[in-house]
């Protein structure tokens, strides 16, 4: 039987793409590209057995376990995750919430009560939730449509950043995780291929369509930190349970 593994299908996630297609492995696995938001429902509902998620979502699952060394985190700006804004934060009243995130609708709601102290209205299902027109409505916005809109906003907020102002902590969005137990054979060639697909971001990098509005490079060589450290742990635990006390 094919374990079957739901990944985000952002370019923050292709070098780990890279090293499963180029590993044994990609033999062994049934290998889907989602939303992180799909990624988490399908973990959820036992559709596959493991899932690039975001970390908010484990607070919905019965059983969950950590099955790589891998994530997508982030020490400081990640420069993909972010709040636009046409005022300061202070003075917004509204924010709409990215329908494709669970980690960072999350951590902005985190940050608006504990860090900045405000509680505007929080939009779920705004018709263009990608932009904001209104002077004093703000958007969290996720992934690759973010490229390129961060000077398009006189106010702009990197949630990795904002954390670890807050915290001091680096920050988990995303971890592999399982809804059952895996053999750990599997998991050490799983992080094999992980690792080698980090190890190669520069032929990833000549595989992704250039863009002048983006640093592709310094995004996957710098911006985005992919080990799964101590710090990055005690920061998804701290996260999970500013998450409860919402
Ligand atoms: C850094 C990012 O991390 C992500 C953010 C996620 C979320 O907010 O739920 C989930 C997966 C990651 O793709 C990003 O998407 O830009």
Redesign the pocket.
């Known amino acids: 039987m094919k374990l079957k593994i739901s990944a ?1 299908s ?4 292709k070098p780990f793409i890279y090293g499963i297609q180029h590993a044994d492995l990609l033999n062994k696995i049934e290998l889907s590209l989602d ?3 799909d ?2 429902q399908k973990l959820i509902d036992d559709k596959v057995d493991i899932g ?6 484990t607070l919905n699952m019965p059983y969950w376990e950590i099955v790589s060394d891998y994530c ?3 020490v400081g700006p ?4 972010f709040i636009f804004s046409n005022c300061d934060i202070k003075d917004v009243k509204r924010i709409q919430l ?1 329908p ?8 902005a709601k985190v940050l608006l009560k504990n860090f900045w102290k405000i509680q505007p209205e929080l939009i779920v299902d705004a018709e263009d939730y990608t932009t904001s027109t209104d002077p004093k409505t703000a958007c ?1 916005l ?3 449509r ?1 490229f390129g809109k961060k000077d398009k906003y006189p106010f702009v907020y990197d949630l ?1 950043e904002e954390w670890q102002k807050f915290t001091g902590l680096p920050f988990c ?2 971890a592999w995780i399982a809804n059952k137990p895996i053999p750990q054979e599997f998991i050490d060639e799983f992080n094999v291929a992980l690792k080698s697909g980090l190890d190669h971001r520069s032929e990833v990098l000549k595989e992704l369509t250039p863009r002048t509005d983006f640093d592709l490079e310094d995004y996957l060589m710098h911006k ?1 930190d992919f080990d799964l450290t101590e710090k990055k742990k005690e920061a998804l635990h701290l996260f999970l349970k500013y998450i409860k006390d919402l």
């Open positions: 985000v952002y370019t923050n996630t939303t992180p938001t990624c988490a690039l998620i975001p970390v908010a979502a997508i985190g982030a990640v420069n993909s995750v990215d494709e995130s669970r980690s960072s609708n999350n951590l969290v996720i992934g690759d973010t990795a969005f995303a985005l």
